[in-house]
């Protein structure tokens, strides 16, 4: 799946310095390679739908056996392995013998103590690695994680690590023993120590995202091989919500264009995001938040919800809303299966100007047939005239009024709203009251 980072930004998807952000909330991952092998896995979706059942299946069996993930594997473990091959220290004696050994302790304190405690830590790291492979590397394991374990297994076959197999502590080692595992680790093993290091940490982003799923109980999708846009999800809610609302929605190639009305604060733009969000989760092989979700692969998903104007380039908002949908309409024209979200097209021009270029785009985009479109808008006026077109759809989120107070059900129901509440609100703040006692 194409995706840039507008979209992720839109999405609250990769918020790097907010915790209020998808990626945060559903990383679990052990070390920070880990989560950073799981930042790369997010910002680059899946191709096809065969590598995301991979994923899906991976993180199913790793569900199953979290229990099995050996603890030996810390974070303070990989940083001190990279600290061991980072700092300069005397050479360890190659074929240390007992005088030797313990020379090497008296008269090289510091750096003995170095080597003593990144062969601990480097020690627990490999018994993590066999562990994995023990209790994961399967006949009936998925093909990704098989194919990695078995990567991994190669690289520990050695003779030197049979010692690790038969004790389960650094500690149970003499100093002999000690040195000679610090020789090979650092001498001759350092790119394939490496290279261990960078498959854990694949397996702990998937470990990150298996967790996750399980902790939210999220729901794995069933993706469609079709040439046709389809999205049909129940019980479809937001993950960054705490007490979210859900909703059903279907989008397939006899109607694949919802076009959205309702006041502000509806609900409107959350929908939107949370569709958005599910369908991405989704293409990285994640469970999602709904109950049940059938999708067809979507080759890209593009959004326009935050549009903003650029001073430092003299460009204004309008200006920028033209662009992004300029960019839209270049995307769609490909023939490939995208996901548009517009959330409140053209805010940046005079209601009358929006409408005949809202009207415009819409019947456009209204050609497409291999893309699936979701676009709110306050323009409820222009919604009769789009009736006429077979495969667009019209909901609306409702508000409910009782003494000017302001009800939100959050519920999509059928039809187009009218409302225009805006005055209300202003009202009930009390911007109202203060004005008048200027």
């Given at each position: 799946?194409?995706?840039?980072?507008?979209?992720?930004?839109?999405?609250?998807?990769?918020?790097?310095?907010?915790?209020?952000?998808?990626?945060?909330?559903?990383?679990f991952?052990?070390?920070?390679?880990?989560?950073?092998?799981?930042?790369?896995?997010?910002?680059?979706?899946?191709?096809?739908?065969h590598?995301?059942?991979?994923?899906?299946?991976?993180?199913?069996?790793?569900?199953?056996?979290?229990?099995?993930?050996?603890?030996?594997?810390?974070?303070?473990?990989?940083?001190?392995?990279e600290?061991?091959?980072?700092?300069?220290?005397?050479?360890?004696?190659?074929?240390?013998?007992?005088?030797?050994?313990?020379?090497?302790?008296?008269?090289?304190?510091?750096?003995?103590?170095?080597?003593?405690?990144?062969?601990?830590?480097?020690?627990?790291?490999?018994?993590?690695?066999?562990?994995?492979?023990?209790?994961?590397?399967?006949?009936?394991?998925?093909?990704?994680?098989?194919?990695?374990?078995?990567?991994?297994?190669?690289?520990l076959?050695?003779?030197?690590?049979?010692?690790?197999?038969?004790?389960?502590?650094?500690?149970?080692?003499?100093?002999?023993?000690?040195?000679?595992?610090?020789?090979?680790?650092?001498?001759q093993?350092?790119?394939?120590?490496?290279?261990?290091?960078?498959?854990y940490?694949?397996?702990?982003?998937?470990?990150?995202?298996?967790?996750?799923?399980?902790?939210?109980?999220?729901?794995?999708?069933?993706?469609?091989d079709?040439?046709?846009?389809?999205?049909?999800?129940?019980?479809?809610?937001?993950?960054?919500?705490?007490?979210?609302?859900?909703?059903?929605?279907?989008?397939?190639?006899?109607?694949?264009?919802?076009?959205?009305?309702?006041?502000?604060?509806?609900?409107?733009?959350?929908?939107?995001?949370?569709?958005?969000?599910?369908?991405?989760?989704?293409?990285?092989?994640?469970?999602?938040?709904?109950?049940?979700?059938?999708?067809?692969?979507?080759?890209?998903?593009?959004?326009?919800?935050?549009?903003?104007?650029?001073?430092?380039?003299?460009?204004?908002?309008?200006?920028?809303?033209?662009?992004?949908?300029?960019?839209?309409?270049?995307k769609?024209?490909?023939?490939?299966?995208?996901?548009?979200?517009?959330?409140?097209?053209?805010?940046?021009?005079?209601?009358?100007?929006?409408?005949?270029?809202?009207?415009?785009?819409?019947?456009?985009?209204?050609?497409?047939?291999?893309?699936?479109?979701?676009?709110?808008?306050?323009?409820?006026?222009?919604?009769?005239?789009?009736?006429?077109?077979?495969?667009?759809?019209?909901?609306?989120?409702?508000?409910?009024?009782?003494?000017?107070?302001?009800?939100?059900?959050?519920?999509?129901?059928?039809?187009?709203?009218?409302?225009?509440?805006?005055?209300?609100?202003?009202?009930?703040?009390?911007?109202?009251?203060?004005?008048?006692?200027?």
């Amino acid at each position: 799946m194409e995706i840039d980072k507008i979209t992720l930004n839109d999405l609250a998807i990769l918020n790097a310095d907010d915790d209020f952000s998808v990626f945060n909330k559903l990383n679990f991952c052990r070390t920070t390679g880990g989560r950073d092998r799981m930042y790369s896995n997010f910002i680059t979706p899946l191709q096809n739908i065969h590598e995301i059942t991979g994923i899906q299946q991976t993180l199913k069996s790793l569900m199953n056996n979290l229990d099995l993930w050996p603890s030996q594997i810390s974070n303070g473990s990989v940083m001190m392995i990279e600290k061991f091959y980072l700092t300069t220290i005397d050479d360890i004696p190659s074929n240390p013998s007992k005088f030797s050994a313990y020379n090497y302790k008296i008269f090289h304190r510091p750096d003995y103590s170095l080597v003593e405690y990144s062969v601990g830590h480097a020690f627990d790291f490999i018994k993590g690695m066999q562990l994995l492979i023990s209790h994961f590397l399967q006949p009936d394991a998925p093909a990704p994680f098989r194919k990695l374990l078995e990567a991994a297994k190669q690289i520990l076959a050695k003779e030197q690590f049979e010692i690790i197999e038969k004790h389960n502590k650094a500690a149970e080692l003499n100093l002999v023993q000690q040195l000679q595992l610090a020789r090979f680790l650092r001498y001759q093993y350092k790119r394939n120590m490496l290279d261990l290091l960078d498959m854990y940490f694949q397996l702990d982003a998937w470990y990150g995202m298996a967790t996750a799923v399980k902790q939210y109980d999220l729901h794995f999708p069933e993706f469609v091989d079709t040439d046709e846009p389809l999205m049909d999800a129940t019980g479809l809610y937001h993950l960054l919500l705490q007490e979210p609302v859900d909703y059903n929605i279907k989008l397939h190639e006899h109607c694949n264009f919802l076009f959205l009305t309702g006041a502000n604060m509806a609900g409107k733009s959350t929908f939107i995001k949370s569709v958005g969000t599910a369908v991405f989760l989704a293409h990285l092989g994640m469970g999602v938040p709904v109950k049940t979700m059938r999708l067809s692969f979507f080759e890209g998903l593009l959004s326009n919800i935050n549009v903003v104007d650029n001073i430092a380039k003299g460009q204004s908002f309008f200006y920028n809303e033209v662009q992004r949908i300029k960019a839209t309409v270049s995307k769609v024209s490909d023939g490939r299966k995208w996901l548009i979200l517009i959330d409140e097209l053209f805010k940046g021009t005079n209601v009358e100007d929006a409408m005949k270029c809202s009207s415009t785009v819409i019947e456009g985009l209204l050609k497409i047939k291999t893309t699936a479109f979701i676009l709110s808008t306050h323009l409820y006026e222009i919604g009769e005239s789009l009736r006429k077109y077979p495969n667009i759809s019209f909901n609306y989120f409702e508000t409910i009024v009782t003494d000017e107070a302001l009800h939100f059900n959050y519920q999509l129901k059928e039809g187009i709203s009218n409302d225009r509440l805006g005055y209300v609100i202003l009202k009930n703040e009390g911007v109202v009251d203060m004005l008048e006692k200027l």
